[in-house]
Nanobody, 115 residues
Framework: QVQLVESGGGLVQPGGSLRLSCAAS????????MGWYRQAPGNQRELVAT???????NYARSVKGRFTISRDNAKNTVYLQMNSLKPEDTAVYYC?????????WGQGTQVTVSS
């Protein structure tokens, strides 16, 4: 069974940095686009960043220039480096991947930006 496992969330002060990781495991034949989404209380889940197998990236306007998405195809892992964090970045961050032509989500990891 294919699953995505996230790590790296936590509490950080405004202006700080965090790095999220998401590793896919199981019977994997192909992984196409991988990405990160987030959901703050009372809000809908929104796209943060995506990256395809070739390394082409797409970012939400609110995080462009502060966040960097990358992936290691050999390790079936996607990363999100988050710098210059703001209180409005506080949310549960979810990893997503298209694996074996199926849409898969991770369990989510909490990111809290607060002084």
């Amino acid at each position: 069974q294919v699953q995505l496992v996230e790590s790296g969330g936590g509490l950080v002060q405004p202006g700080g940095s965090l790095r999220l990781s998401c590793a896919a495991s199981g019977s994997i034949f192909s992984i196409y686009t991988m990405g990160w989404y987030r959901q703050a209380p009372g809000n809908q889940r929104e796209l943060v960043a995506t990256i395809n197998r070739s390394g082409n990236t797409n970012y939400a306007r609110s995080v462009k220039g502060r966040f960097t998405i990358s992936r290691d195809n050999a390790k079936n892992t996607v990363y999100l480096q988050m710098n210059s964090l703001k209180p409005e970045d506080t949310a549960v961050y979810y990893c997503h991947a298209n694996i074996n032509d199926l849409s898969k989500w991770g369990q989510g990891t909490q990111v809290t930006v607060s002084s």
